[in-house]
């Protein structure tokens, strides 16, 4: 099983190892999709392989030091407003968007985490939120 989450570390806890005890503490492997640390608090978005009982440990151990969010949101692109420009590919952290062998931009929608890069990015709004 996999889960996607954001993770708002709190400032006291920033220079704690609390990825790493969490992987300790509960046997779930923590996947770091995108980090960005400040003095003041630490966002991540991570993904948790594990059993769904690990998993259910991890974020309760997660949550003792921060925030978690599940993603739920999926990003999805308007085939319609798409010109293939290309906009989007270097905003994507996870280069799940990219350009194939005729030049047309390929979205792997399914392993979106839901950054909102690409959707910023997007000069023609081609790039929506679904719920």
Known sequence: MRKRVYYWTH???INKPVISETILKTGVNINILKAKVEPQE???ILELIGDE??????LSYLSKFGDVEEIKKVIKRDYEKCV????C???CPLNIIYMDDEYNVV????ECVGCKNCLKACPFKAIEIID
């Open 53 to 58: 009982e690990k998993i259910k440990k991890a």
């Open 84 to 87: 293939h420009c290309g906009c």
């Open 42 to 44: 630490a966002f991540l």
């Open 107 to 110: 979205f792997k929608e399914e």
């Open 11 to 13: 400032s006291e806890h």
């Open 89 to 91: 590919i270097t905003q």
